[in-house]
């Protein structure tokens, strides 16, 4: 890819970043740690901090986590990169993918590194059901996930090369 499209990739991954640290520093300093702020009847804001993984994957291992946390998300932040930067000018929704979720990645990062967990706080629920609280990093991770599937159902042709 030409250095003018991979800028622009990068601004996208810069873009998510500083949204989700912007979004992250409100809530922290708006929000009562623990508290549900009702938006919607299925949808609030509660700020919570997740030492853990995804869905509080070893949450309450005793601290070791971050650093291993730490580690693997900086791996594969360097992988994406370069992955990223490698893309052919058609590859369009790869990029895009690759984009979000490397936004996403370094923003809860920056969280784990600085502060030893990330900060939540966009709860989604039914009743009585909640759907692990997330922030905007994992939305966009998510999305970009998302993204990379539809681009291997559309481009079966280039995940069988990647196989070879």
């Given at each position: 890819?030409?250095?003018?499209?991979?800028?622009?990739?990068?601004?996208?991954?810069v873009v998510i970043v500083i949204l989700d640290q912007?979004?992250?520093?409100?809530?922290?300093?708006?929000?009562?740690?623990?508290?549900?702020?009702?938006?919607?009847?299925?949808?609030?804001?509660?700020?919570?901090?997740?030492?853990?993984?995804?869905?509080?994957?070893?949450?309450?291992?005793?601290?070791?986590?971050?650093?291993?946390?730490?580690?693997?998300?900086?791996?594969?932040?360097?992988?994406?990169?370069?992955?990223?930067?490698?893309?052919?000018?058609?590859?369009?929704?790869?990029?895009?993918?690759?984009?979000l979720i490397l936004g996403g990645a370094i923003g809860?990062?920056?969280?784990?590194?600085?502060?030893?967990?990330?900060?939540?706080?966009?709860?989604?629920?039914?009743?009585?059901?909640?759907?692990?609280?997330?922030?905007?990093?994992?939305?966009?991770?998510?999305?970009?996930?998302?993204?990379?599937?539809?681009?291997?159902?559309?481009?079966?042709?280039?995940?069988?090369?990647?196989?070879?």
């Amino acid at each position: 890819m030409g250095i003018k499209r991979t800028a622009f990739w990068l601004s996208v991954t810069v873009v998510i970043v500083i949204l989700d640290q912007w979004t992250k520093s409100l809530a922290s300093s708006q929000l009562v740690y623990g508290r549900a702020v009702e938006i919607l009847p299925v949808f609030d804001f509660t700020l919570l901090h997740n030492p853990g993984a995804a869905f509080s994957f070893l949450s309450d291992a005793g601290g070791w986590q971050r650093w291993l946390f730490v580690g693997i998300s900086s791996v594969v932040s360097l992988v994406i990169l370069v992955w990223l930067c490698r893309l052919q000018r058609r590859d369009m929704i790869m990029a895009a993918s690759l984009s979000l979720i490397l936004g996403g990645a370094i923003g809860n990062l920056y969280d784990r590194v600085l502060l030893g967990y990330v900060i939540d706080f966009i709860s989604v629920h039914y009743e009585n059901h909640f759907f692990p609280t997330f922030n905007i990093a994992d939305s966009a991770i998510s999305i970009g996930a998302g993204l990379m599937i539809l681009d291997m159902i559309i481009n079966p042709e280039k995940s069988a090369e990647t196989q070879d």
